[in-house]
């Protein structure tokens, strides 16, 4: 009995090994890359404030503006900010948010 509850235990929890990022990465996240993602974060908001006028036109001018600001601000916000540094997930991969 005791064995089989150890082994149940060992598999119930299995412990997750999670990739370090190495301090290269971390080198070329800190340098050129989050230069970059907060010059993207300036000319997406510029092109979203542009945008505004147009997406009021819009069917749907809620949802239009929503769509831009993400894809415009809150995206390059992210992966610059609150991206773990030297991490590199896919584009828009991993990224959850919550809508109203």
Request: proline residues 7%.
């Amino acid at each position: 009995m005791k064995k089989m509850l150890i082994v149940f235990l060992i598999f119930a929890f299995s412990l997750s090994a999670k990739e370090v990022p190495s301090s290269g990465e971390m080198m070329f996240d800190l340098i050129p890359i989050r230069p970059l993602g907060l010059a993207a974060l300036a000319i997406g908001s510029g092109f979203f404030v542009l945008s505004i006028p147009i997406g009021l036109l819009s069917a749907d001018p809620r949802q239009t503006l929503e769509q831009s600001a993400r894809r415009l601000v809150i995206y390059p916000l992210h992966f610059t900010f609150q991206r773990p540094v030297g991490e590199f997930y896919g584009y828009m991969e991993e990224i959850e948010y919550v809508s109203d």
